[in-house]
């Protein structure tokens, strides 16, 4: 049974690069059996994701924030984990990681819980 566990900074100052985590457990995350993704939630807005890395290896980034953003994982910790360059207050969100997601409709397998990320001066 796969299980998720994010966590991050909590409060951020615009301009930084924080980086959150996703630690995985009953399974590898170098499998290829599953698809990884980080998602996000604004105050008062729908989900959205952020990036992914599909079954097959490739990885996705939203094209908004393609220019910002890395999602690269720890083998060693079984972590996935992003990093987000440059936040301004709108990257505030609910950042959650999740498996096996359909994008177009955002439903995902397993979720984890949340973490919350507050950009602010």
């Known amino acids: 049974q796969v299980q998720l566990q994010e966590s991050g900074p909590g409060l951020v100052k615009p301009s930084q690069t924080p980086s959150l985590t996703c630690t995985v457990s009953g399974v590898s995350v170098a499998t290829s059996s599953h698809a990884w993704t980080w998602i996000r939630q604004p105050p008062g807005k729908g989900l959205e994701w952020v990036g992914y890395?599909?079954?097959?290896?490739?990885?996705y980034y939203r094209p908004t924030l393609k220019s910002r953003t890395t999602i690269d994982w720890d083998t060693s910790k079984n972590q996935f984990n992003l990093r987000l360059n440059s936040v301004t207050p709108e990257d505030t969100a609910v950042y959650y990681c999740?498996?096996?997601?359909?994008?177009?409709?955002?439903?995902?397998?397993?979720w984890g819980k949340g973490t919350n990320v507050t950009v602010s001066s």
């Open positions: 999740a498996s096996d997601c359909t994008i177009a409709t955002m439903t995902c397998a397993t």
């Open positions: 890395r599909a079954k097959s290896g490739n990885t």
